[in-house]
């Protein structure tokens, strides 16, 4: 199945009780795609779908992804808008901006001068900046139905799928000594879903006609 053909998955009504109808399996929830537009036809169907329009815009930024974690009880990162005046490296600098959502890592002050204009269209726009303690490494997990290949993740995953509800997606982590902190999350196409990642789909439902 391509990215450019979304699917809509009917959920084990015993398993996903109370969650949804169907879930978009398309994994590209992004504003005006395929995928998105899945999720829009599903909602003016009638069906509770997964996820929602509005969830799938609030997911991808990461501004507004960090407070519903925040609220949610799932560990952030300590960070700032900025505009000019970047902070210490490291950071993750995730942009503001019509045009771009990439993030990108700055581990010293030679690549925030390289970058700084750049990611703030020479200042026309803010970028949410996440400072990165010493003890850290960078994880991006991939989560089908908030299951991980992973099963440090177990917890995490669920918690994460409870909260955001996007059947398919990949989630940065910062993971420190003591805690695990969402960073963000990004598009998992279903084209580029592993044979293991379809089989954790087995017995969760079915497809729809």
């Known amino acids: 199945m391509s990215r450019e053909a979304p699917v809509l998955f009917h959920l084990d009504r015993q398993r996903f009780a109370g969650v949804g109808q169907v879930a978009n399996l398309s994994g590209d929830y992004t504003y005006l ?23 799938a815009l609030d997911a991808y930024v990461v501004p507004i ?4 974690a925040r609220h949610a009880g799932i560990p952030v990162p300590v960070c700032e808008i900025v505009t000019e005046r970047f902070p210490p490296p490291p950071l993750l ?5 019509p045009f771009s959502s990439r993030g ?3 581990l010293d002050q030679g690549a925030i001068e390289s970058r700084r204009k750049g990611l703030t269209y020479t200042g026309k726009y803010a970028v949410l900046v996440q400072h990165l303690p ?6 991006v997990l991939r989560l089908v139905m908030g299951r991980s290949q992973v099963e440090e993740y177990e917890t995490l995953g669920a918690k994460l799928f409870e909260t955001f509800r996007l059947p398919l997606m990949k989630v ?28 954790q789909l087995e017995g969760m439902g079915t497809w729809r006609g």
């Open 93 to 97: 600098a995730y942009p503001i901006n």
């Open 33 to 55: 795609t395929s995928g998105y537009y899945a999720s829009l036809d599903a909602e003016l169907d009638g069906l509770a779908v997964l996820p929602t329009t509005r969830e």
């Open 65 to 68: 992804a960090m407070e519903k």
């Open 134 to 139: 010493v003890d850290h490494r960078i994880d």
């Open 172 to 199: 940065r982590i910062i993971v420190t000594t003591k805690e695990y902190l969402l960073s963000a999350i990004e598009p998992l196409p279903f084209g580029e879903l592993t044979e293991d990642d379809r089989l």
């Open 104 to 106: 990108e890592l700055l």
